[in-house]
């Protein structure tokens, strides 16, 4: 099959134009039950067919009376009024009060012929068949009369209403059991490719669990439509032809997600060309993450083609599907709450593309928002589930300076409030830390993995509460404490020890290639897999490499041009382990938890210190406390124990730099 490029790239708006000016949709109305009305929209203007109440009631039990009969009653001179019979609620007794009298009644009951006011039994008292009055009442007191609340005829829902508990109330009140609502549209949802395996089923290499066919049904009925989720389709042409036919004849609406870009194994725009016309719209949206999406049209039904990377496929739904959704199904448009804040590190967009750069939130000592780029990739789910917001970054800008004012649109309606910020390298003995504080009661932490070093200058920006790092001093081989001076975070920052972890190298299970140390990463029959610069395990890296250049009398440079795979990088522990397990490198640096969970081989290189930064004025927080409380638990060092390749140290817990003493002169410090 011949490869093809995209069709023309047009910019989100022209899309939208040649979405809207392709198709009609004529919304349809249905009659439901107030049971199945909440969240639909009305389709029609509902009038009182009765008064609310039908009658005049009592709103306190008491007296029905003639207000004046009351008038200068008091204490001292109570009116006397002879009593004529009782109401209750619900009874439709005929009772006529007369000059002089008064009538029992309770709460809700109607009024009874003659009278105008109620007196709360609270201010009277009975003796024999008379009614002692000693507080006067105005007419109308304790008294709803009949229509004061909604009035026949009065239009009571408008259409167009999104139906809440409030107007079901109002609705039963009514007694109308049934309102006139739009029908939702029906919306079909496949996935494609020959790589997605469904949830349930087992996972061969090569393959992945589908993610975007559940979160796309979801996101549709979110916005007012009606979702059916019909699997994976595999790259077959015949069999994608034959699905989308009997899509497009059932559903108002089409979403496949996979199979859009201009690869070879990519099929859906050529099949949408072949069902009908006009079919393909737009092949190729000049937005980021999302250009490979797909827009079609037959026989007056929309079929989308969104991206099969999870955040591709739902930032180009939010941006371009789902103001579609709520129009057919007669909902307003969301509008995104907008925030001022700062970027926390230099942002690269990519130029003639409009951007959507997605970014977690924090508080910075003076108050202000900072916006942390989420960089696991538009191929990772998580990168929407962990965003607040993303900065919508223009197709002629190519950098946003670090530091720099930028507005993030909110994807909820506020900022999640969270208990803890903990920005900086991330490790499962964190998360263990967490869960032990969620024993006492939940606690809602915001974690942000930037690397060591930038949860450091997140400590010193007063951004992070907690930031964890292993950063290794190459002179000293000492971990971290040199680095509060040289980040110039000593004077308002304690570091606690928290603790220690195995690096090694890491190779096929049963080492079949009979790795022994680093010596072996320079022989040809070696391919390594590296981590990202700037990490703490590259930099150890690094250090041994440095030290082995010296002994061999050689360059740095000059030593790892003889390592094969040396710039292929990888940016987490699990990432190397799992580029060994599958057979993309021979060997490389992580962790032995890691390395545990794929069954690889680990050849111990040396302990790192694993401890916590905190900002001085963060140390009395709550959260903070309770965190330290965890990490200096008896339960949080049996549990980290039973973790491969992570241990406490003696030191756990231990304060090793308060501000205001001199590094290295200050370690245990209780506090």
């Known amino acids: 099959m011949e490869q093809k490029e995209f069709h023309e790239v047009v910019t989100i708006e022209e899309a939208r134009r040649r979405l ?22 009305t389709a029609v203007d509902v009038a009182a067919p009765i008064d609310v109440p039908p009658f005049d009631r009592a709103t306190m039990d008491g007296y029905a009376v003639q207000a004046t009969e009351t008038f200068h009653a008091d204490e001292e001179r109570p009116r006397e009024l002879a009593l004529k019979g009782q109401i209750m609620a619900g009874e439709a007794r005929t009772l006529e009060i007369g000059k002089g009298g008064a009538i029992a009644i309770a709460t809700g009951a109607p009024l009874p012929k003659g009278a105008n006011a109620v007196v709360m039994v609270e ?54 059991g049934k309102v006139e609502v739009y029908s939702r549209p029906s919306v079909g949802i496949i996935s494609t490719g020959d790589e997605i395996v469904e949830p349930g089923k087992k996972l061969e290499f090569g393959q992945i669990y589908d993610v975007n066919g559940r979160a796309i049904a979801h996101a549709v009925r979110e916005n007012g439509c009606n ?26 609406l089409v979403i496949t997600s996979g199979g859009t870009s201009a690869g070879l194994g990519d099929l859906v725009y050529r099949i949408i060309d072949d069902l009908g016309r006009p079919g393909v719209i737009v092949h190729g949206v000049a937005i980021k993450p999302g250009k490979p999406t797909v827009i079609g049209v037959v026989g007056n039904k929309p079929i989308i083609g969104l991206p099969g990377y999870p955040t591709s496929a739902m930032v180009v739904f939010d941006v371009l599907l789902a103001p579609l959704l709520r129009a057919m199904a007669q909902l307003p448009e969301v509008e995104r709450k907008k925030v001022q804040a700062r970027a926390a590190m230099r942002l690269y967009s990519a130029k003639g593309r409009y951007e959507y750069i997605l970014v977690n939130l924090v508080q910075g000592a003076d108050g202000g928002l900072s916006a942390y780029p989420i960089l696991t990739g538009s191929g990772a789910i998580t990168t929407l589930a962990e965003a607040d917001g993303y900065i919508e970054v223009p197709e002629l800008m190519e ?105 090694g190298l890491v190779a096929a299970k049963g080492n079949p290639r009979g790795i022994k140390g680093k010596e072996d990463l320079f022989r040809p029959d070696i391919t390594l897999i590296n981590r990202n610069a700037g990490s703490g395990t590259r930099i150890l890296l690094e250090m041994e490499l440095k030290r082995l250049a010296k002994e061999r009398g050689e360059s740095f440079k000059a030593l790892i041009q003889g390592i094969k795979g040396y710039q292929v990088e990888a940016k987490s522990h699990t990432a190397v382990a799992a580029a060994v397990a599958f057979g993309r490198a ?12 794929y069954g690889l081989t680990f050849l111990p290189l040396r302990e790192e210190k694993y401890d916590f930064a905190i900002p001085a004025d963060r140390m009395d927080k709550p959260a903070v406390r309770r965190f330290l409380g965890a990490l200096r638990s ?12 992570l241990r406490p140290n003696e030191e756990t817990g231990k304060v090793i730099h308060e501000p205001g003493r001199p590094l290295g002169k200050n370690k245990k410090i209780d506090r």
């Open 20 to 41: 809207r000016s392709s198709f009609t949709f004529a919304p349809r109305v249905e009659v439901v039950g107030l049971d199945e009305a909440l969240g639909r929209v």
């Open 123 to 176: 201010y009277t008292h009975r003796k024999g068949r008379k009614i002692l009055i000693y507080k006067p009442v105005t007419p109308g007191e304790n008294v709803m009369a009949a229509g004061s609340d909604i009035m026949r005829g009065e239009t009571v829902v408008r259409r167009g209403t999104i139906i809440t508990p409030r107007e079901t109330g109002v609705l039963a009140a009514l007694g109308l």
């Open 227 to 252: 979702a059916e989720f019909l699997g994976v389709v595999k790259d077959d042409p015949k069999a994608l032809f034959k699905k989308l036919r009997e899509m497009v004849e059932r559903y108002d």
């Open 399 to 503: 950098l946003v300076p670090e530091g720099s004012d930028v507005e993030v649109a909110l994807l909820s309606e506020g900022l999640r409030p969270t208990d803890l910020t903990i920005i900086g390298s991330h490790c499962l003995g964190v998360d263990l830390l967490l869960a032990l504080m969620n024993v006492e009661r939940p606690i809602l932490a915001k974690v942000i993995n930037v690397g060591s070093s930038g949860g450091m200058m997140a400590v010193r920006r007063g951004e992070a509460d907690i930031a964890g790092t292993h950063l290794i001093d190459d002179a000293t081989g000492e971990y971290n404490l040199p680095f509060l001076a040289r980040l110039k975070i000593a004077r308002g920052a304690y570091l606690v020890r928290g603790y220690d972890r195995e690096q």
């Open 586 to 597: 021979d060997v490389g640096l992580a962790i032995r938890t890691v390395a545990e969970q």
């Open 634 to 645: 008896d339960e949080f060092r049996e549990q980290l124990a039973r973790m491969a390749g």
